[in-house]
């Protein structure tokens, strides 16, 4: 495995803590950071928050639920490692809404996820990829596409408690007859605990 001077060689996790411990690569700045094997599961408790819009609206209900995150390590990439999510779930209870339980759609197949050592050589950028369901008391949905969670400020693998992530973009959920009902804007959506 090669090492480039300058940059940071990290891992592709998610918001995951590690079970096992893996390669060690070194900064420009001297400092390492551990890394998991390819093949490694980590696993990282989360709250996370979205704001549901029904469609055409704003200012619809806050969504606050707590759940946990599965990624499996992959394999090194430029400045980094990949990663896939293999779990995803998050619930609560919501006024206005009801229970509320998001899940990993394993019926498709989001891009690579990605941890990846940022030019200044502080922190890493942190790109999770996923597409959901998402249950409103009793009634299904799905993402209309890919969901990214992002965070460019990740200061070590696993990420540490208080590591935010927002929505890359907004997030269109589908009804079971294909029919935008709800937008969550984009922001923050999730939070290391």
Excluded at 21 to 43: E, H, R, Y
Excluded at 180 to 188: E, K, N, Y
């Amino acid at each position: 495995m090669s090492m480039r001077s300058g940059k940071l060689l990290g891992i592709t996790a998610m918001t995951l803590a590690v079970i096992g411990v893996g390669m060690v690569f070194t900064m420009s700045t001297q400092a390492a950071v551990a890394v998991p094997a390819p093949g490694t599961i980590c696993v990282k408790l989360a709250k996370m928050g979205h704001t549901f819009n029904p469609v055409g609206t704003i200012g619809g209900v806050f969504a606050p639920t707590t759940g946990s995150i599965t990624a499996r390590v992959g394999s090194q990439i430029s400045n980094g490692f990949a990663f896939s999510v293999v779990d995803f779930t998050s619930t609560g209870t919501v006024t206005g809404l009801g229970s509320v339980a998001f899940s990993l759609d394993k019926t498709r197949t989001p891009s690579t996820s990605t941890f990846i050592g940022n030019t200044s050589g502080q922190d890493s950028t942190q790109r999770i990829n996923v597409f959901l369901n998402v249950d409103v008391n009793g009634k299904k949905y799905r993402s209309a596409g890919q969901v990214t969670l992002l965070s460019t400020s990740v200061a070590a693998f696993p990420p540490p408690s208080g590591t935010a992530y927002s929505l890359a973009s907004k997030v269109q959920l589908l009804d079971s007859t294909g029919k935008v009902a709800f937008d969550l804007p984009v922001g923050q959506a999730a939070t290391i605990l």
